[in-house]
């Protein structure tokens, strides 16, 4: 049995916080404004693992208005919603996520990427393929007022 699942987060950017992609932290002069560490590429997959079975989104299962979760590493996000997949006897297959931002350069931080979020997802890196992309100056993302990242994930219950 196999179940597909996309999710999408976006996240405004500014001065002076940290940015968070991936589980890892990227050395940049702008960060996420959010209630964790605004990591847009975690959370993105968190709703496509989420969706793959039906069972909502991130903001059901972790709401921004619940001060648990204030400043929360989203690793753990990430983390806790794997459980609730494995809790319902399915495993991910792979995972495919692209990033839409103007700045930094992504490429050197995927390998690092890949291996926190392997680790959690208990796959091999290879299963997480990373993408980024620029919009060419195009739009917020391009003015570097913000971030987009998206996934795809396939499971299968053995
Ligand atoms: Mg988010």
């Known amino acids: 049995m196999?179940?597909?699942g996309q999710g999408t987060d976006f996240h405004q950017l500014a001065e002076g916080k940290e940015l968070w992609l991936g589980g890892v932290k990227i050395p940049h002069t702008k960060g996420a404004v959010?209630?964790?560490?605004g990591d847009v590429l975690l959370h993105a997959l968190c709703d496509a693992l989420l969706g793959a079975l039906g069972l909502g989104d991130i903001g059901k299962h972790f709401p921004d208005t619940d001060i648990r979760f204030k400043g929360i590493d989203s690793k753990?996000?990430?983390?806790r919603t794997y459980s609730k997949i494995r809790e319902k006897g399915?495993?991910?297959?792979?995972?495919?996520?692209?990033?839409?931002?103007?700045?930094?350069?992504?490429?050197?931080?995927?390998?690092a990427m890949q291996q926190a979020m392997s680790r959690i997802l208990n796959v091999s890196r290879e299963d997480i393929s990373i993408k980024a992309t620029t919009t060419e100056q195009l739009s917020f993302i391009g003015r570097e007022e913000?971030?987009?990242a998206t996934a795809i994930v396939l499971?299968?219950?053995f």
């Open 146 to 148: 913000g971030v987009v």
């Open 76 to 79: 753990v996000l990430l983390q």
């Open 2 to 4: 196999y179940r597909i």
């Open 155 to 157: 499971l299968q219950k």
């Open 34 to 37: 959010a209630h964790s560490d």
């Open 90 to 111: 399915y495993w991910l297959i792979n995972a495919d996520c692209t990033l839409l931002l103007q700045a930094p350069k992504i490429a050197p931080h995927v390998e």
